[in-house]
């Protein structure tokens, strides 16, 4: 598989804690990256400077080859990294394609002026996009408040998916949901992985690590202590790395 | 009303308008009963004329309550920018340009409105009551507590002429509202108040320039009362700075009871026009049976307090049944 990003080195301190310390990992083409650690081993860290939520102090990233400097979210959608944010950052009050297209609607003229939203197409290209996808929802305008975990999840999904994005950083994405819900969004996770989209997963959850890597990263203390293809470990192994990290 | 003209915003409130327009029927027949001289023609279009104003601020202030705002400064800007204009054209300025002069303030003045709310993040409820004050002050200030009158009959044909029969305002207004309506739920503006009003962290994650939503949402409000304003000064061919006093609780109480959420995120600009027709229609009636002013106020007053908290159980109830 092709590399999408490389981080070489990157280090990232609050005060005189190393939060993270000389990370340098690579995330490939349609790949599924797992991160496991127990808390403060700098998972969110690390993924937060991916998403350009923050600036490490030192080290570079790379993608598809080229040094970038990712200073802000809307830089790292721009070098299509797209994060699912633990509140999911739906607005509960909009409907579904509302929250799917808000900040990129689409518009059409009205009288030939003015500009007016296209509820009509952006009804059509989310349905599209929850059927590439095989998301059912029932009913496309109502409330997402009114949706249950998995579908609020799902749609939060989407509106990533229609960024494009090339990299899509989730955290604890089946945390809080029911067992067929988590079925559901792990399937779309996997769907993800065929359309060569790569995913970056923080979860404590080994079961579902394990069923959904290709690779799985494990953190402590900062650091990046191994990288592991998920055919060849066993549960066991990552529970010890976790625990006691390599020695 | 048209599918297209509620909207996807409106649809899941399309119920509680057609309720309240089921609502002024109702008590627009009871009024009837009580004193045939509530439901003539003349009566009935008078109702309509008084409403007109308020309709206009409103269908603005649904904006500012959707964008989880307040603007408790609306009758003290129209006392200013309807002193100073008026003046101003007494004084020999082109009417066209004193109205056209009236929108630039009203505009500008709400667009400050929202600069201290959203770049200084002063609440608006504090920054609204603050400007509310000084503006009043300046008005005062202004006209030294003189009365303003006599403005040229090109301009009061505004507040006092009719088309076919139907009162000029009342006109303005319906296309107001209608104009209000699309800009809520059918473009990009109006997606992004509601958004802003329903989570503004989440909004501004999604790319929404909350900022100057908030500006141009208050901008929005200032505009309205300047419509409002020039309607009011040209209907009664005159002003004074004290004209706009307790406004805004008129105007915030037709957002609440049209069914706009105080919570942001959600509302509806035909559930506001039903506000503040049922709003002027109750005080219309009062007058018709003798109602002292006084007591006026205070059936006002609880007509809020029931409306907010109508509004509060519905809010909770909405809550109550999302799942996380």
């Known amino acids: 598989m092709q590399s999408f990003i490389k981080v ?14 000389e990370i340098t990992l690579e995330i490939r083409k349609g790949e599924i990256l797992s ?59 909009l409907n579904v394609p509302e929250n799917v297209f808000l900040g990129r609607e689409l518009q059409k003229k009205v009288l030939g002026i003015f500009p007016q939203l296209d509820y009509q197409k952006m009804r059509t290209e989310t349905r599209d996009l929850l059927n590439q996808f095989s998301i059912k929802l029932p ?32 955290d604890e994405p089946m945390a809080a949901l029911g067992v067929e819900e988590g079925s559901k969004v792990l399937n779309l996770i996997e769907k993800m992985r065929s359309e060569s989209v790569s995913v970056l997963i923080i979860s404590h959850n080994l079961e579902h690590v394990f069923k959904l890597s290709d690779r799985i990263a494990v953190m402590k203390n900062g650091k990046l202590i191994k990288v592991l293809e998920a055919q060849n470990t066993s549960r066991e192994e990552i529970v010890k790395l976790i625990t006691f990290g390599l020695s | 009303m048209s599918d297209s003209l509620i909207g996807n915003a409106d649809r899941k409130w399309l119920f509680q308008g057609l309720g309240l ?18 439901a003539t023609i003349t009566n009935l279009l008078n109702v ?41 054209i007494k004084n020999g300025l082109d009417p066209i340009l004193g ?18 709310i959203s770049y200084i993040n002063i609440p608006p409820f504090i920054a609204t009551l603050g400007i509310m004050v000084s503006l009043r002050g300046l008005a005062l200030v202004h006209s030294a507590g003189k009365m303003h009158y006599g403005l040229p009959e090109s301009l009061t044909w505004i507040g006092q002429g009719d088309i076919i029969g139907i009162p000029v305002p009342v006109l303005i207004s319906l296309i107001f509202t209608l104009f209000g309506a699309w800009l809520f739920n059918k473009t990009k503006f109006g997606l992004h108040a509601r958004s802003v009003g329903g989570n503004r962290e989440a909004a501004r994650l999604a790319g929404v320039n909350v900022n100057l939503v908030e500006i141009l949402v208050y901008s929005f409000m200032g505009l309205s009362v300047a419509l409002g304003g020039l ?49 002027s ?43 996380p």
């Open chain 1, 139 to 170: 009913k496309l305008n109502d409330a997402v408040v009114n949706l249950s975990g998995g579908q609020r999840q799902t749609i939060a999904i989407s509106r990533l998916l229609l960024q494009k994005v090339k990299l899509v950083i989730m």
């Open chain 1, 35 to 93: 991160l496991v650690g127990d808390n403060g081993a700098g998972k969110s860290t690390f993924v937060k400077t991916l998403a350009g939520a923050q600036l490490p102090d030192s080290g570079h990233i790379e993608i598809d080859g080229e040094a970038v400097r990712l200073e802000s979210p809307k830089k790292a959608e721009f070098y299509g990294i797209g994060c699912l944010h633990q509140g999911l950052g739906l607005i509960d009050t």
């Open chain 2, 48 to 88: 309509l004329t008084q409403a007109s104003y308020y309709i206009i601020l409103a269908v603005g202030m649904t904006f500012v309550i959707a964008a989880a705002g307040i603007d408790l400064s609306v009758g003290s800007l129209l006392a200013l920018i309807t002193v100073v204009s008026f003046e101003l």
């Open chain 2, 231 to 279: 309607i009011m000064i040209t209907r009664i061919d005159s002003t004074q700075a004290t004209i706009g006093t307790s406004m805004e609780i008129h105007v915030i109480a037709a957002v609440i009871i049209g069914g706009t959420s105080l919570f942001g995120g959600k509302g509806t600009v035909y559930g506001t026009l039903m506000g503040a027709i049922l709003l």
């Open chain 2, 21 to 38: 327009t089921i609502v002024v029927i109702i008590l627009a027949i009871l009024f009837s009963l009580i004193n045939p001289k509530f």
């Open chain 2, 99 to 116: 109205v056209l002069l009236m929108f630039l303030m009203g505009g500008t003045l709400g667009a400050f409105t929202g600069y201290l």
């Open chain 1, 8 to 21: 070489e080195n990157l280090t990232k301190s609050y005060g005189g804690l190393k939060a993270i310390e």
């Open chain 2, 281 to 323: 229609m109750m005080t219309n009636a009062l007058v018709i049976a003798g109602v002292d002013y006084f007591w006026q106020l205070f059936i006002m007053g609880i007509i809020v307090l029931i409306a907010v908290t109508i509004n509060n159980i519905r809010d909770k109830r909405f809550l109550f049944n999302s799942k």
